[in-house]
T-cell receptor
């Protein structure tokens, strides 16, 4: 079984600053995919970024980037130049290569303050 | 529509009643997923369809939960004889194909409250 751990239940950052959200996972699989999803109060899960485990290069998407450390089973999300609209729950999720279901962590609530 | 559509957005039912939740996936998406999200938790997988075939229902909590996708597009999640522990947000997601790390696109969810 795969487990995903997000050790920070809540975080706060000032507008324009940088924040890093942590995620660790446990798996015996060698090929898998990792995701960060954002869930604002409207409830819709929005894909932020996706990483393929066999790619060493860290994924980036505009202000969002990841630090993927495969040996340490760590997958942190860095948000640069934080904006008020980044306020949301952030979920780390895992999918094995031969699977289809997403396995989510418990989430980190991020508050961006003016 | 452009995205995954779920209805109703909110549903309140008395314990023991049956409920039906609807999901209209993105047009052309072969795979459809249902997840249950308890308050303060991450979503948990319930079931998976590829076209009209239900390939995995291992996450359904009990035999009171039933899902179908008869024509390979719209799906319905039915909960019979609801109980208070069924209160949660039910999320539907779709993807072009299942697996291979395909991103899943989620709807707004249905918040179910059982009184």
């Amino acid at each position: 079984a795969q487990t995903v751990t997000q050790s920070q239940p809540e975080m706060s950052v000032q507008e324009a600053e940088t924040v890093t959200l942590s995620c660790t996972y446990d798996t015996s699989e060698s090929n898998y995919y990792l995701f960060w999803y954002k869930q604002p109060p409207s409830r819709q899960m929005i894909l932020v970024i996706r990483q393929e485990a066999y790619k060493q290069q860290n994924a980036t998407e505009n202000r969002f980037s990841v630090n993927f450390q495969k040996a340490a089973k760590s997958f942190s999300l860095k948000i640069s130049d934080s904006q008020l609209g980044d306020t949301a729950m952030y979920f780390c999720a895992f999918m094995i290569n031969s699977g289809y279901a997403l396995n989510f962590g418990k989430g980190t609530s991020l508050l961006v303050t003016p | 529509g452009a995205g995954v559509s779920q209805s109703p957005r909110y549903k309140v039912a008395k314990r023991g009643q049956d409920v039906a939740l609807r999901c209209d996936p993105i047009s052309g998406h072969v795979s459809l997923f249902w997840y249950q999200q308890a308050l303060g938790q991450g979503p948990e997988f319930l079931t998976y369809f590829q076209n009209e075939a239900q390939l995995d229902k291992s996450g359904l909590p009990s035999d009171r939960f039933f899902a179908e996708r008869p024509e390979g597009s719209v799906s319905t999640l039915k909960i019979q004889r609801t109980q208070q522990e069924d209160s949660a947000v039910y999320l539907c997601a779709s993807s072009v194909t299942g697996g291979e790390g395909q991103p899943q696109h989620f709807g707004d969810g249905t918040r179910l409250s059982i009184l």
